[in-house]
Structure formats: structure tokens, C-alpha cells
């Protein structure tokens, strides 16, 4: 009897061990796991955090989840957010009556969206199309971003110098850019700077540093920097703080 009585507690003790050795970490099983979506998630991350840099198309495999962030609300949301965080930041500020206090704003994906435009392109998952890009922006229906468009409101109304810095080509796209800004909102910028021919050929850092720079010597004080590309907030003259608004879409170098 104490023999069988044994063989029991020996038999309960292997089957508890087996089963403890081969469980999983509880971290990877309080959910059910989409590991595709998951990777995507990653890689979004690692993007928005420019830890993956120079990258140029989404991974295929990401289509529907960046299809999803872009257009189910989660995009809008993070922007918003962002946004809230701008606005705390400015409440702070103490405007001059030199009217020299400024801000510098980028336009693609900060002030105007190209989510229209992406959606045929994969949302990112596939080459960017230069040619493309600037059939649809010579047609100026972008539509504005909802949060950046109150923000900009909300500094111009504040008494500060609203700059705009977009890397969109002087000759071909300067007239319709300028209508379509004024066709969704975008009134009373102090300046709009579009890359002219003597900055063809310059990375997108030293053209924006360069412009930045030409700001500053000017005698205005940059007290915030918002673009939704790394290369809007790298470089020279940043200003007091940068916002980097989300954009797993495209990257520009």
C-alpha cells in the first residue's frame, strides 16, 4: 500500500514539473497572439522612434495594419494627442511684442494630409513614385489635418510668426501648394518656403537647417518645430523644442 501510495505522489510531482517546465511565460499568453500584427506594431514603433532609418517601402505584409492605423482612428488619435501636448507647451510661452516669436511647421502630412494619395499607393508598400506624387499634389486637394489646422489657428491667433518649410518643388508645385493651404484653412503664415533650384540636390536636413537658419538671422525666436519626417526635426537652428508627428507611411531620406 505505501508502495502504490509512493508511486501516486511520484506520478502527480512528474506530471506538475512537466507541466510548469512547459508552460509558457505568462506575459506571452494573457493574450491571443496575431504575430503578424504584432511585428507590424514593431516595426511602426521602431520607425516612429528612428530606430530604422532610410527605409522605403512598408513591409507587404504590413498593408492591412498600416491601412488600419491610418483610417480606423488610431492615427488621428495619436496626432490629437500630440497636438494636446503643443498646446500645454505654448500655454507656457510668453509672446513678445517684438513680434519676433515663431514657429515652423513642415506642410506634407503635418498641415495637409496625402492619406487620399497613399491609399493607391499601399500605403507606403509600394515605391515611392515621384511623378505620381506630383500629379496628385498639382491638383491641391489635400485635405488638412484636423488637429494641426487648430493648432496653427490657435498660434496665429496667439501672435506668433507661423513658418512653412515644405521640401515641394518651387516651379511645379508652388501655385497650387499656396491654393490649396488657403482652400483648407491655412490663412495668415508669415512665410512659406518651397525648395528652390539652389537647393536641389541638398538632403532634406541641410535644405531645412539652411532655411531654419535664415529665420533665426533674421532676429525671430523658434520656439517649436513640427513635422511628421525625422529630417524636419535633425539638423541646425531646431528651435527650443521639436513634435514629431506619426507617419509610417513613406520616410524621406
Not at 58 to 68: D, K, Q, R, T
Amino acid at each position: 500500500m505505501a508502495k502504490r501510495v509512493n508511486e501516486i505522489i511520484i506520478f502527480v510531482f512528474v506530471a506538475l514539473f512537466s507541466k510548469a517546465i512547459g508552460a509558457k511565460p505568462y506575459w506571452r499568453t494573457r493574450w491571443p497572439i496575431d504575430r503578424v500584427s504584432n511585428e507590424c506594431l514593431t516595426w511602426q514603433l521602431a520607425v516612429e522612434a528612428n530606430n530604422v532609418r532610410g527605409w522605403r517601402i512598408v513591409p507587404a505584409h504590413c498593408l492591412s495594419h498600416i491601412e488600419a492605423y491610418m483610417t480606423g482612428g488610431q492615427y488621428e488619435q495619436d496626432v490629437n494627442y500630440i497636438v494636446e501636448q503643443i498646446e500645454s507647451y505654448v500655454s507656457e510661452l510668453v509672446v513678445g511684442e517684438d513680434g519676433m516669436d515663431a514657429w515652423v511647421l513642415d506642410i506634407d502630412d503635418t498641415c495637409l494630409s496625402n492619406v487620399i494619395y497613399y491609399k493607391k499607393k499601399k500605403y507606403g508598400c509600394e515605391p515611392y513614385d515621384p511623378m505620381a506624387f506630383k500629379a496628385w499634389a498639382m491638383k491641391g486637394e489635400c485635405p488638412a489635418i484636423p488637429g494641426v489646422l487648430g493648432l496653427f489657428s490657435k498660434l496665429v491667433d496667439n501672435g506668433f510668426k507661423v513658418f512653412l518649410i515644405t521640401g515641394r518643388d518651387e516651379e511645379t508645385l508652388a501655385p497650387s501648394t499656396i491654393a490649396n493651404l488657403h482652400d483648407q484653412g491655412f490663412i495668415g503664415y508669415e512665410r512659406l518656403f518651397f525648395r528652390s533650384p539652389a537647393y536641389k540636390g541638398k538632403s532634406a536636413v541641410v535644405y531645412k537647417s539652411e532655411i531654419r537658419k535664415q529665420i533665426m538671422e533674421e532676429g525671430y525666436r523658434i520656439w517649436g518645430n513640427v513635422g511628421d519626417q525625422w529630417t524636419d526635426l535633425q539638423g541646425d537652428c531646431l528651435g527650443n523644442r521639436t513634435f514629431k508627428l506619426p507617419n509610417p507611411m513613406y520616410c524621406v531620406p
